[in-house]
Structure formats: structure tokens, C-alpha cells
């Protein structure tokens, strides 16, 4: 069974910077689209970022494009969110999710794997 474990979340001022981290395991990293999502105290959870496999492709949503950048390192099995210039409406446990394939997509329902989580605040 897959496993993603999330790490560098914490509190930060608003403006300030976050990387975040997920290790994965149990699955052949390269072959898997690797996601970002969010979610908020009674929100439901949301797409952030997502990459293909071999990191030529990314996808943003319209609220994180130009602060977040996702990238990810297959010899070390790792996709990272490099989070700018961050906001209060950005805090939200963040979630790290897996999909085996050659399609990115943005729907929760498309992932098959996730992480426990890590808590981002952002303070004003």
C-alpha cells in the first residue's frame, strides 16, 4: 500500500514563505501523478497543484498560480510545494495525494492515495 507522509507545515506571517514536503513509499514514484490539496474548517477539501510523473507537467489552481510552486525529486521519491508570498485565507491542513497515471487531475475523487496531513496557519 502506498504511503505519503507530509512535513513543513508550522506558522507563518502573512507574506512569508513555507516548503512543503512529501515522502512517499511503497510504490514506484515515477509513475504516479502527485498532488496538493487543501482543506479549510468546514470547507471541503481543495485542488492546490499537481505534476505528472516526470515532472514536465504542472497544474495549478487559480488561487495559488504565480505564490505556490510544486516540483518533486523521483531519486528521492519526494514532491515539495514551495508556498510565497502567503496569505491568511492559505491556512488549511494540507494534504499530499498520489495517483497512479499519465493524466493530472484536480478532482479528489481521482486520487487513491493520501497523506495524514500538515497544518499550515497563516497569520495576519
Known amino acids: 500500500q502506498v504511503q505519503l507522509v507530509e512535513s513543513g507545515g508550522g506558522l507563518v506571517q502573512a507574506g512569508g514563505s513555507l516548503r512543503l514536503s512529501c515522502a512517499a513509499s511503497r510504490l514506484t514514484f515515477s509513475m504516479y501523478v502527485m498532488g496538493w490539496f487543501r482543506q479549510a474548517p468546514g470547507k471541503e477539501r481543495e485542488f492546490v497543484a499537481a505534476?505528472?510523473?516526470?515532472?514536465?507537467?504542472?497544474y495549478y489552481a487559480n488561487s495559488v498560480k504565480g505564490r505556490f510552486t510544486i516540483s518533486r525529486d523521483n531519486a528521492k521519491n519526494t514532491v515539495y510545494l514551495h508556498m510565497n508570498s502567503l496569505k491568511p485565507e492559505d491556512t488549511a491542513v494540507y494534504y499530499c495525494a498520489a495517483d497512479r497515471g499519465i493524466v493530472v487531475y484536480t478532482a479528489v475523487a481521482m486520487y487513491d492515495s493520501w497523506g495524514q496531513g500538515t497544518q499550515v496557519t497563516v497569520s495576519s
Open positions: 505534476i505528472s510523473g516526470n515532472g514536465g507537467y504542472t
